[in-house]
């Protein structure tokens, strides 16, 4: 079966640092994604990781441990304009197309 | 910055009722997918398309949904009797050639069947 976990809800302060975590359980993995999605928005494109690691863009970073089927998304120096919703999304490796595979999504809200 | 683009917006039907939703991929992009999150859910994916035809499909897309690329341009997705269950945001993605490149996705369509 597919299953990817992530927590509901997370809260944090403005210029802190705050860590999002998911898991996975898939039939196939060739690499995992992360999405922004504001409300009512289209997801937006954050990260991308295939190998262990981590993998760093400015203030975002995501890392990866295939071993352990887990990945988190780290955000530094929060700002308001971060509260969204967290996708943590997995491509399907057995898709010969790469769909993508959707946790229920992390609702971050970043407080003064 | 090129971007998927969908129209409409919003779309009210009746239940019963054929809607075409639309969408323009991003030019040099090869696959392309529409997804649906319904609200308060999670984004699911219903059908991928490549090189003309439907790559691969998952269980919600029944016989009342079919997707067309009618010219070099569009990418469509149509239900046929639309029901209260298919109201969701419907959201059409792209993606270029190349292991690594990520989907972008439009900003989604909003349909609600009365």
């Known amino acids: 079966g597919q299953n990817i976990d992530q927590p509901t809800e997370m809260t944090a302060t403005e210029g802190a640092i705050v860590q999002i975590n998911c898991t996975y359980q898939?039939?196939?993995?060739?690499?995992l994604f992360w999405y922004q999605q504001h409300a009512g928005e289209a997801p937006t494109f954050l990260s991308y990781?295939?190998?262990?690691g981590l993998e760093e863009k400015g203030r975002f970073s995501s890392f990866l441990s295939r071993s352990k089927g887990y990945s988190y998304l780290l955000l530094k120096e929060l700002q308001m304009k971060d509260s969204a919703s967290y996708l943590c999304a997995v491509r399907d490796g057995s898709s010969n197309t790469g769909k993508l595979i959707f946790g229920q999504g992390t609702t971050l809200q970043v407080k003064p | 910055e090129p971007e998927v683009t969908q129209t409409p917006s919003h779309q009210v039907t009746q239940m019963g009722q054929e809607v075409i939703l639309r969408c323009v991929p991003i030019?040099?992009?090869?696959?392309f997918y529409w997804y649906r999150q319904i609200l308060g859910q999670k984004v699911e994916f219903l059908v991928s398309?490549?090189?003309?035809?439907?790559?691969?499909k998952s269980e919600i897309f029944d016989d009342q949904f079919s997707v067309e690329r009618p010219d070099g341009s569009n990418f469509t997705l149509k239900i046929r009797s639309t029901k209260l269950e298919d109201s969701a945001m419907y959201f059409c993605?792209?993606?270029?050639?190349?292991?690594?490149?990520?989907?972008?996705f439009g900003d989604g369509t909003r349909l609600s069947i009365l």
């Open positions: 030019s040099n992009h090869l696959y």
């Open positions: 993605a792209s993606k270029g050639q190349g292991r690594n490149q990520p989907q972008h």
């Open positions: 990781n295939v190998l262990d």
């Open positions: 898939t039939s196939g993995f060739n690499g």
């Open positions: 398309f490549y090189n003309n035809e439907i790559s691969e």
